[in-house]
């Protein structure tokens, strides 16, 4: 993942992170946070590229709907979240930021920094008790529930207005223990397998792998005849991490049941930590162990990888930078384990107040408005971002049949139709708990895959360290009353 990467003969580079703001200067913050990440922040994401595709008909894009607020609002609301991975997203929502502002009559401002950047930066204003009235984050802040506003109203007026929320969305925004919604989520992106078309035809299987085994053979037979090994990431990073469940969860295991008791340590969890050794000795190198959130991108573009697991942005921005190679890449959905066919989701949307916001209302109108515009999320992020509350976009499946930014075919994506079938919250099957949140966040599952691997650990023994961190935060948040059982 990576906020933008320009692509040169043999691989790809990062651009300087963008400067641009409504309300004010970004400069303090990013010179807070990207100089002191380096390379690795301005590398933290899934790409895309803003000279990228242009819509083939300008004219579909989204009308823009405006509701007044219920109440009058006043005062200023500031903003912090993630430099979106499609970088026209971003051109879009300040301006559309701006607009809502001078409608309202409130003075408007919004940060954004590398998605790295977003839990430190969180958490040092939570920490001081000051800081921006709203923040975004792309994966779980389950984590914060103690310091944020209940999202209760804003959810049941959302649903009032466009239906029921999918569960997923649900499910990685809510907790069941305290009824509060910790965050909002009116939005997320599915994780399917990308893979070089060109080298899997060559193995034998045009339309990619359909099943784990699928992968193990097919990838370890492109390693063998190119040298092109797979890059599943086995790293303390965020792609590792969807794929560490994905893979988890297809096998029969879980972290906790449906009752948020802890179930990691089975047969089915030591099963797929085995496959996974299997598949790093076979198909893959050892990058992986020290892969950014960028480095499967760039692999897949550069074409030093036959089949990541990851959103739509590397093909995005293969699009715009190489359309030969943007043309070879395709997509598969979860692969197929011995008990399931399942992924995790790759982004969802987590936006909270903090309870130090000066300005809750005007943060929770916003984010209706913002809602209420789904369509333009969805066709600005060119279809990387679907909604929380699918009946907003009644045009997602039409532009997933027939890509408005040029993809060849044009329904290359119309997979992620069914992508809800597919896709579960990193809690799955329970919710996505504050507990579940800091293994996330803390990378147990990669971790343990990982230490497998290299040889460190026996998969047994891999599994047995992992559940023993593991109690120990579910002790820790059960303890405080926010995870059940």
């Known amino acids: 993942m990576a906020e933008r990467l320009s692509v040169p ?17 970004r400069r303090g913050f990013l010179s807070s946070t990207a100089l002191a990440a380096g390379a690795y922040g301005a590398l933290a994401g899934c790409a895309s590229e803003s000279s990228g595709p242009q819509a083939k008909n300008s004219g579909n894009a989204p009308k823009e709907v405006f509701t007044a607020p219920a109440k009058k609002l006043s005062g ?10 499609v970088p026209r997203h971003d051109k879009w929502f300040d301006k559309f930021l701006s607009d809502w502002g001078k409608k309202v009559g409130v003075d408007v401002r919004v940060d954004h920094i590398n998605t790295v950047d977003v839990p430190r930066r969180a958490a040092s204003e939570i920490q001081a008790g000051r800081g921006h009235d709203l923040i975004q984050h792309i994966a779980p802040f389950s984590q914060y529930e103690p310091s944020v506003l209940d999202m209760t109203d804003l959810v049941q007026e959302a649903s009032k207005r466009w239906g029921k929320q999918l569960e997923l969305c649900r499910k990685s925004s809510y907790n069941p223990n305290t009824k509060r919604f910790y965050c909002y989520c009116p939005g997320w992106s599915p994780d399917p397998g990308d893979y070089r078309k060109s080298m899997w035809q060559k193995a034998g299987m045009p339309n990619g792998p359909t099943s784990w085994d699928d992968l193990l053979r097919g990838a370890a037979q492109i390693k063998k005849q190119t040298g092109v090994p797979c890059g599943i990431g086995l790293s303390p990073e965020t792609d590792s991490n969807m794929a560490a469940r994905a893979l988890l969860w297809s096998f029969g295991g879980s972290v906790q049941d449906e009752n948020e008791q802890v179930v990691l340590n089975s047969e089915a969890t030591v099963a797929a930590v085995e496959f996974m050794a299997r598949l790093f000795k076979e198909a893959e190198t050892s990058e992986v162990f020290s892969w950014t959130p960028a480095s499967n991108n760039q692999a897949l573009i550069a074409g030093k990888s036959s089949y990541i697991l990851n959103s739509i942005s590397a093909w995005r921005t293969a699009m715009g930078t ?12 979860a692969l197929r384990g011995p008990k399931a066919s399942m992924a995790a989701q790759h982004v969802i949307q987590q936006w909270i107040v903090p309870k130090y916001a000066g300005n809750p209302d005007a943060a929770k109108e916003f984010l209706l408005h913002y809602t209420a515009n789904f369509p333009s999320v969805s066709y600005y992020s060119e279809l990387y971002d679907l909604p929380g509350w ?3 976009v009644p045009q997602l499946n039409g532009w997933l049949d027939n890509d408005p930014w040029g993809a060849k075919p044009a329904n290359k994506l119309s997979l ?15 919710p996505s708990n504050p507990a579940i949140g800091e293994i996330f966040n803390t990378n147990v599952l990669p971790t343990m895959f990982g230490s497998a691997a290299r040889g460190q650990a026996s998969p047994r023994d891999a599994v047995k360290e992992a559940e023993g961190r593991i109690n120990a935060i579910f002790k820790n948040w059960r303890g405080r009353g926010l995870v059940g059982g």
């Open 9 to 25: 003969r043999g691989g790809t580079a990062p651009h300087a992170p963008r400067s641009d703001s409504v309300g004010f200067s």
């Open 416 to 430: 992620l139709k069914t992508a809800t079938s597919w896709s579960a919250n990193i809690g799955y099957p329970g």
């Open 76 to 85: 200023s609301l500031s903003i912090l979240m993630w430099s979106h991975f």
């Open 390 to 392: 699918p009946s907003i």
């Open 322 to 333: 190489n359309r030969t190679i943007g043309d070879d890449i395709f997509f598969v959905p």
